[in-house]
């Protein structure tokens, strides 16, 4: 079964009076439980791809189908909602509130969702314990590392049992050694949880922990690999 489908995507961006064709009909299917890695080149589309697939921006043309959800049937508040129900999204630069707790900023997808508060607190320190980072729970961002920052955003992600977890480059800003700890989290999450990891990067290493790499290139797939994750599992 497919969890995520994609079918001729195409994404123009305006520049002044000039266009550009960020994806120019992409498709591709990610299994329910896949790992998938997407490389490319700066400029070949890939973040584009994902926030597409994140509902985060709309596509030119094409289809999306989440869990057998169209997007582009979707009004904006729907797609809000269905993100934040099915949905992990973590970022490269972690985007988390500067002023709020590591426990706040886990917390907030499911107070957005109008969870009890006492439904919230479990789960909260289920998904801060995952990432090993309970005992920092009241720390705000400014008082964690960059690889505690991102381990904050990978609990948020996690905190809503999501089917899908969308990574755009979450080692870009890490050293090697805390990268790698932040795929592994990434493939606890695909393995333990069964969710559909879609990882965007540009490193050959950080790609190898999915089960099959997509490479795009000006905007289209040039390339499809199947890996061998257990074998390049990070350290």
Not at 150 to 157: H, K, L
Not at 173 to 179: A, E, F, I, S, Y
Request: with cysteine.
């Amino acid at each position: 079964m497919s969890m995520v489908v994609v079918r001729d995507l195409q994404k123009v961006f305006r520049q002044g009076d000039s266009e550009v064709q960020a994806l120019a009909g992409v498709s591709l299917d990610v299994a329910a439980g896949e790992f998938l890695s997407i490389m490319g080149p700066s400029g070949s589309g890939k973040s584009t791809l994902l926030h597409l697939i994140g509902g985060l921006d709309q596509a030119s043309a094409g289809e999306i189908r989440i869990d057998g959800r169209e997007l582009s049937r979707m009004t904006d508040d729907e797609i809000t909602m269905f993100r934040r129900r099915k949905i992990g999204i973590v970022f490269q630069f972690f985007n988390l509130l500067p002023a709020h707790s590591a426990e706040e900023n886990v917390a907030l997808p499911l107070l957005l969702d109008r969870r009890r508060p006492r439904d919230v607190r479990p789960r909260v320190e289920a998904a801060l314990a995952q990432v090993g980072l309970l005992h920092r729970r009241r720390h705000r961002p400014d008082e964690l590392s960059g690889g505690e920052m991102q381990r904050v955003a990978i609990a948020r992600a996690l905190v809503i049992d999501p089917a899908v977890i969308l990574a755009d480059e979450p080692t870009g800003n890490l050293d090697t050694r805390t990268g790698e700890e932040i795929l592994g989290l990434l493939r606890e999450a695909n393995q333990a949880r069964r969710a559909t990891i879609l990882l965007v990067t540009h490193e050959a290493r950080a790609a190898a922990c999915g089960s099959r790499i997509v490479t795009l290139k000006d905007g289209v797939v040039v390339s499809e690999t199947t890996t061998s994750p257990s074998a390049v599992a990070p350290s």
